[in-house]
T-cell receptor, first 113, second 113 residues
Framework: ELKVEQNPLFLSMQEGKNYTIYCNYSTTSDRLYWYRQDPGKSLESLFVLLSNGAVKQEGRLMASLDTKARLSTLHITAAVHDLSATYFCAVDLTQGGSEKLVFGKGTKLTVNP | EAQVTQNPRYLITVTGKKLTVTCSQNMNHEYMSWYRQDPGLGLRQIYYSMNVEVTDKGDVPEGYKVSRKEKRNFPLILESPSPNQTSLYFC????????????FGPGTRLTVT
């Protein structure tokens, strides 16, 4: 059974600071996704990481994937209030022609002025 | 405008009364999925479809049915809803294989009493 664990689950940080969210998963997979969800809203796709060593960046967010360690990180640089949201990682598990997407529980990020 | 629509957005119903939540996308996407989101449990995949007439179970398919008779539509059917199906439901679609760059619908909040 694939398990996806995110740490921390809650993160309160000050504007201008840097921080990293971690996503560990238990079974081999080469595809990992990051999503953002604003309070009361739907989900938005942020990053798709498709291979070991993949790195994607957009604005103050940078995601990376280490498939050997089964670890992805979402790094926040110089946080601003607009980044306050819940961030989910999800891992794509393919078995016998069947595909499933398993989510972590999410990291609720609050950026304080 | 590219979008995924869901109806209804809010629904309160009683145990055992069959209901359907519709999902439609206008992007000609092949892949479509249904998820439920519950506090403390995060997002879990219910069903997904790789194309017309091709569907597969996700992690929590019990109590749900789906059909994909047209590419644009992927309704979620609860034949006999129970209170443990009270949840926030999201439909999503993506163009290519797997779950790359999923577009999510606005969500349907279902309460079963």
């Amino acid at each position: 059974e694939l398990k996806v664990e995110q740490n921390p689950l809650f993160l309160s940080m000050q504007e201008g600071k840097n921080y990293t969210i971690y996503c560990n998963y238990s079974t081999t997979s080469d595809r990992l996704y990051w999503y953002r969800q604003d309070p009361g809203k739907s989900l938005e796709s942020l990053f798709v990481l498709l291979s070991n060593g993949a790195v994607k960046q957009e604005g103050r967010l940078m995601a990376s994937l280490d498939t050997k360690a089964r670890l992805s990180t979402l790094h926040i640089t110089a946080a601003v209030h607009d980044l306050s949201a819940t961030y989910f990682c999800a891992v794509d598990l393919t078995q016998g022609g069947s595909e499933k997407l398993v989510f972590g529980k999410g990291t609720k990020l609050t950026v304080n002025p | 405008e590219a979008q995924v629509t869901q109806n209804p957005r809010y629904l309160i119903t009683v145990t055992g009364k069959k209901l359907t939540v519709t999902c439609s996308q206008n992007m000609n996407h092949e892949y479509m999925s249904w998820y439920r989101q519950d506090p403390g449990l995060g997002l879990r995949q219910i069903y997904y479809s790789m194309n017309v007439e091709v569907t597969d179970k996700g992690d929590v398919p019990e109590g749900y049915k789906v059909s994909r008779k047209e590419k644009r539509n992927f309704p979620l059917i609860l034949e006999s809803p129970s209170p443990n199906q009270t949840s926030l439901y999201f439909c999503a679609s993506s163009k290519t294989g797997g779950f790359y760059e999923q577009y999510f619908g606005p969500g349907t909040r279902l309460t079963v009493t």
